[in-house]
Each structure stands twice: as C-alpha cells, then as structure tokens.
C-alpha cells in the first residue's frame, strides 16, 4: 500500500536544528513531486519546500533560507533539515507526494500523518 511515513519530530529550544524524515513505501525517483507541509495552531496548512524528480526546489518566503529539503533515492526517503528554529515554527510538519499513473492517467495524492514540531523560547 502506498504510504508516507514522518518523524523526527519533537521539542526543541529556539535556535536549535531538527532534521525531519519522511519514508515512503514507492520507489520516489518516480514522484513527480515530494514536499512538506506544516499547519501551526489555529492557522491553514501552508507549503513548507517542494522538490520535483527533475531536481528543482521551492520554499516558503517566509523561511529565509533556514530550511533545506533533500532526498535520498535509494532510501526512498525525503528530509527537512531545519536551523535556526523560531517558537513561529512550531506546527505540524507533513510529508506529501503526488504520483502520476499512466493506468489511470492522471495524479494521485498522498499525505503522511505528521510529525509534531514545538519550539520554546
């Protein structure tokens, strides 16, 4: 069955780094695109990083540069390497990916359960 797997998470101080992980059960050389999202207390879930199987990343302005998104193909993982943390930061990371069938043609989406990022101040 197909399925993202997060973790990493946890409690934290501000200006310290986390690394999040995200495990998938396909092989992610074939996903179109793999990204993490994250939704904070009372907010709407907000696009974290992107990365696409041609190799191109994108970022929410809102972070500065102090997040990195990765992948390992032959892991068939994908991280989110996060410095300089913020108590803003503080949310629900989520891992997603979008996969086209040729079968069925057309995307399919997926989406782990999330892993649990707070920041103290």
């Known amino acids: 069955q197909v399925r993202l797997v997060e973790s990493g998470g946890g409690l934290v101080q501000a200006g310290d780094s986390l690394r999040l992980s995200c495990a998938a059960s396909?092989?992610?050389?074939?996903?179109?695109?793999i990204a993490w999202y994250r939704q904070a207390p009372g907010k709407k879930r907000e696009m974290v990083a992107t990365?696409?199987?041609?190799?191109?990343?994108t970022y929410a302005d809102s972070l500065k540069g102090r997040f990195t998104i990765s992948r390992d193909n032959a892991k068939n993982s994908v991280y989110l390497q996060m410095n300089s943390l913020k108590p803003e930061d503080t949310a629900v990371y989520y891992c997603?990916?979008?996969?086209?069938?040729?079968?069925?043609?057309?995307?399919?989406?997926?989406w782990g359960q999330g892993t649990h990022v707070t920041v103290s101040s």
């Open positions: 997603y990916a979008e996969r086209y069938s040729e079968y069925a043609e057309k995307y399919f989406e997926y």
């Open positions: 396909f092989a992610i050389n074939d996903i179109d695109t």
């Open positions: 990365s696409t199987s041609r190799g191109r990343t």
